[in-house]
């Protein structure tokens, strides 16, 4: 096209491609829409307390500071001037031994350090592997209700996505009859998230194992996001993927974000659970590490902090933190089933979220979950996440993981805003 007689840019983005990057949903662009939304005073101050139920990341409430030695670990490896040059690609020997270790304890088969690829938080490792599995023609199943960054970094790879159901009744269990009528030859892996974002489900032994079957039949990889392991506070106890590696090849997601509540040192990893070596047979491991090749490194101090820190962390830590969640979940589902506005069809056990079903013919002036979670932010600035973005219309995300106070507030208020939107009868 030419304007004013001269060549266009030639860097200029077409329209089409412009579309797809404003049409991918995000968890963040979701959060900045609500966080426009609060309500200012004329000084652009907001009138009240912001309470944030949207996203999981409690780490600046006083309950959920971190361990007193994950922060001595990381003083220690700066002070120590022995980690302040560049990283080796798959991340420092010591901290892959480490991580190794810290996961062999739940497995069978015990990883090596070889196994173990450090990433900048588990949303590089989520980068690494679906760009890696992105080819021509191939195709990934990932859950509905599910973690919106997997879609949008598929769409941004051109890796066909295909969403396989979760069953509420079921403990948001797989939908493994749905899983095999959606597969076919080109089907190269399935995304499962276990203790589960954004449903709060366990899932046993016996359902990991019946998706490891599933995945043999149908020949691809089952990539296990793995981030909220070991915060469970129900029944069935975490039971990692790999446990059943020796059926099919797992890839396991996971950082210490969650269960040290420290999102913002960006520490993860990938973890190969290939005990009969067809991941690395299959290419597929070559091409993960030739992506990690050409991107950013952790930072290498909080590498270095690793080994420390995860053999110092005490027990009654990770216990407290546990403690603290399984309170709130449980203040969240008791408010909960006390509103007839939002129903909660299966009661959270690990992770920091629970799913509920909104029920808008109960309201009088709002049509759907967006409406509603715009409308509270604005009335009762309160954020939750509205369903529509994790492929569930009219349904809201709520964490429990902030200051259990605070959570009461939050609760009492989205109730008052329910009621003050109640159709007359
Ligand atoms: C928080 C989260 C991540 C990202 O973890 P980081 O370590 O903060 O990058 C990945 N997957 C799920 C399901 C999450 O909830």
Redesign the pocket.
């Known amino acids: 096209m030419e304007i004013n007689g001269s060549r266009e840019w030639n860097f200029r983005v077409e329209e089409e491609e412009q579309g797809n990057a404003a049409s991918a949903v995000t968890v963040r662009g979701v959060l900045n829409l609500l966080f426009q939304n609060i309500r200012k005073d004329d000084n652009n101050k907001p009138v009240d307390v912001v309470i944030p139920l949207g996203h999981?990341d409690p780490s600046n409430f006083p309950s959920f500071r971190t361990a007193a030695a994950a922060e001595d670990a990381v003083v220690h490896a700066l002070r120590s001037a022995k980690f302040n040059s560049y990283s080796s690609t798959n991340g420092l020997p010591s901290t892959r031994r480490a991580i190794a270790e810290y996961l062999s304890d739940d497995l069978p088969n015990k990883l090596t350090p070889d196994d173990v690829f450090v990433t900048?938080?588990?949303?590089?490792?989520?980068e690494m592997v679906i760009t890696a599995l992105a080819r021509p023609g191939a195709n990934v199943l990932f859950p509905r209700p599910g973690?919106p960054?997997y879609e949008a970094r598929a769409a941004f790879c051109k890796l066909e996505v295909r969403h396989y159901n979760l069953i509420p009744e079921q403990g948001w269990e797989v939908d493994l009859e749905h899983v095999e009528a959606l597969s076919d030859e080109n089907t190269v892996g399935m995304v499962m998230?276990n203790p589960g974002?954004p449903c709060g489900s366990v899932y046993t032994a016996q359902h990991l194992e019946k998706i490891a079957e599933m995945a043999k039949k149908l020949r691809f990889v089952v990539v296990a996001?793995e981030?909220?392991a070991h915060i469970c506070f129900g029944s069935t106890p975490f039971v990692p993927m790999g446990v059943y590696a020796s059926v099919a090849p797992v890839l396991t997601?996971?950082?210490?974000?969650?269960r040290l509540c420290v999102?913002g040192w960006?520490?993860?990893w990938i973890v190969t659970n290939d005990p009969h070596g067809i991941l690395k047979k299959s290419g597929l491991t070559r091409k993960m590490i030739n992506c990690l090749d050409v991107s950013a490194d952790p930072v290498t101090f909080i590498q270095g902090a690793i080994p420390d820190m995860l053999q110092n962390t005490t027990k009654e830590y990770y216990s407290k933190i546990v403690a603290i969640v399984k309170e709130t979940a449980e203040t969240c589902y008791s408010k909960i089933k006390d509103n007839p506005v939002i129903d909660c069809p299966h009661k959270p056990e690990g992770?920091?979220f629970v799913m509920v079903k909104l029920n808008v013919s109960l309201l009088d002036d709002i049509n759907d979950d967006l409406e509603f979670c715009i409308k509270l932010v604005q009335e009762e600035s309160v954020i939750v996440m509205p369903g529509v973005a994790l492929g569930m219309k009219n349904w809201l995300r709520i964490t429990f993981a902030i200051e259990p106070s605070l959570l009461e507030d939050g609760l009492q208020r989205i109730e008052a805003f329910c009621q003050r939107h109640a159709k007359k009868q």
């Open positions: 999981g900048l938080g588990c949303i590089q490792a989520i973690f960054y998230i974002n996001d981030v909220y997601l996971g950082s210490i974000s969650k999102p960006r520490l993860g992770s920091m």
